[in-house]
């Protein structure tokens, strides 16, 4: 099956730097990577997400990168700020529409 | 905003109790879902249900678990008889179509089995 790894699992920033979270997959079949915050105590929200037809995708301050050779895709925030600290988590889905996911980065953004 | 809603938000069992976990997703999705997330590990998933069966499950998915859909509202997670390692958070989460591969997820059930 698919297998997801995330790095780094920890990121602290000073406020207004940037933040880049990388992920591996597996499955060649992967074609769908959503990418989700969690804050403590709340269930994971969507960010933003990659198609496999697609290299990159910007959202305001998110950006994604997938590069199919490779299998591997990453987020970037730019200009991050306090309210950006949260548990970021990777997925992938190979079209079976069942996520895997990454283990998760906690980011933290000094002030 | 529509949101996927989870009660109870925590849970305090007894271990070989039965527990019925509740979900209300978005009205007009079609796909449902179920992960958990053991403490300090990734979120996995559990159970996709379509068209009132299952469609897909992992193998953590054994025959204590089981799923529903009673009415046109909710969708529930059953545990026959609890164990330790059933202790996590678990979220449910729908998606509107067979099209569309977004997931929105509830906010979790912290489940403890003691």
């Known amino acids: 099956g698919e297998n997801v790894e995330q790095h780094p699992s920890t990121l602290s920033v000073q406020e207004g730097d940037s933040a880049v979270i990388k992920c591996t997959y597996s499955?060649?079949?992967?074609?769908?990577f959503p990418w989700y915050k969690q804050e403590l105590g709340k269930g994971p929200q969507l960010i933003i997400d990659?198609?496999?037809?697609?290299g990159e995708k910007k959202d305001q301050r998110i950006a994604v990168t997938l590069n199919k050779t490779a299998k591997h895709f990453s987020l970037h925030i730019t200009e991050t700020q306090p309210e950006d600290s949260a548990v970021y988590f990777c997925?992938?889905?190979?079209?079976?529409?069942?996520?895997?996911f990454g283990s998760g980065t906690r980011l933290q953004v000094q002030p | 905003e529509p949101e996927v809603t989870q009660t109870p938000s925590h849970q305090v069992t007894q271990m070989g109790q039965e527990v019925i976990l509740r979900c209300v997703p978005i009205?007009?999705?079609?796909?449902f879902y179920w992960y958990r997330q053991i403490l300090g590990q990734k979120v996995e998933f559990l159970v996709s249900?379509?068209?009132?069966?299952?469609?897909?499950k992992s193998e953590i998915f054994d025959d204590q678990f089981s799923v529903e859909r009673p009415d046109g509202s909710n969708f529930t997670l059953k545990i026959r008889s609890t164990k330790l390692e059933d202790s996590a958070m678990y979220f449910c989460?729908?998606?509107?179509?067979?099209?569309?591969?977004?997931?929105?997820f509830g906010p979790g059930t912290r489940l403890l089995v003691l």
């Open positions: 989460a729908s998606r509107i179509s067979g099209g569309q591969e977004t997931q929105y």
């Open positions: 499955d060649s079949a992967s074609n769908y």
């Open positions: 990659i198609r496999s037809n697609v």
């Open positions: 997925a992938a889905d190979t079209g079976r529409r069942a996520l895997t």
């Open positions: 009205s007009n999705h079609l796909y």
């Open positions: 249900f379509y068209n009132n069966e299952i469609s897909e």
